[in-house]
Each structure stands twice: as structure tokens, then as C-alpha cells.
């Protein structure tokens, strides 16, 4: 059974920083697309930043210079570091995994950016 859970959402007031963690079990995340995405109310969920098989980083232009992806092979989990954040940031954000079109996502953790 293929989980993806993820951590590290909160309150945070503008300005500030955190570290979202996704962990996985059951596949292995070096083999996929591995991502973060995000969802603010009544909008679309959203690519923020993903990585390939080949590691190779995107970064959505509103996040660039702010956040920052990375997978750790040896533990099987990717996180987002997240600095200088904004209110518009503010959003329910998920960890997708995918591979030949078979995708797998987390439950999702909120993240709000208010003072």
C-alpha cells in the first residue's frame, strides 16, 4: 500500500519560514516526479515545485527565491522549505508522486500565512 504523508504545516505570520515534510512508503520516491502542490480556498490546485527522476528542480515563478525543494534518496522523503512567506501562500499543500502516469498524493497540510 502506497502512503504519502506530510508534516510541518501551521500559523506563521508574514515574513516567516517553514519546513513542509512528505514521507513515503510503499514506493520509492527517487523513481518518480515528486512534488508539492497547493490549494487556497475556491482556487485550483496548484504545481508548486517538483523534481524528476534526473533531479531536476521546477519552481512555479511565484515561489522562486522563497522556497526550496529537496529529496533525501536515503530516507525516502521530500520537503519544501519555505521562507519569506506570504499571506497569499497561504493554502492546503500536497506531496504528488508520479510515474508513468500512475500518481499517488498525500492528505495534505495547511499552511497559513497570517499576522
Known amino acids: 500500500q502506497v502512503q504519502l504523508v506530510e508534516s510541518g504545516g501551521g500559523l506563521v505570520r508574514p515574513g516567516g519560514s517553514l519546513r513542509l515534510s512528505c514521507a513515503a512508503s510503499?514506493?520509492?520516491?527517487?523513481?518518480?516526479?515528486t512534488g508539492w502542490y497547493r490549494q487556497a480556498p475556491g482556487k485550483e490546485r496548484e504545481l508548486v515545485a517538483d523534481?524528476?527522476?534526473?533531479?531536476?528542480?521546477y519552481y512555479v515563478n511565484s515561489v522562486k527565491g522563497r522556497f526550496t525543494l529537496s529529496r533525501d534518496n536515503s530516507k525516502n522523503m521530500v520537503y519544501l522549505q519555505m521562507s519569506s512567506l506570504k499571506p497569499e501562500d497561504t493554502a492546503v499543500y500536497y506531496c504528488?508522486?508520479?510515474?508513468?502516469?500512475?500518481?499517488?498524493w498525500g492528505q495534505g497540510t495547511q499552511v497559513t500565512v497570517s499576522s
Open positions: 504528488r508522486a508520479n510515474r508513468q502516469n500512475v500518481e499517488y
Open positions: 510503499g514506493i520509492t520516491l527517487s523513481g518518480h516526479v
Open positions: 523534481v524528476g527522476s534526473d533531479n531536476s528542480v
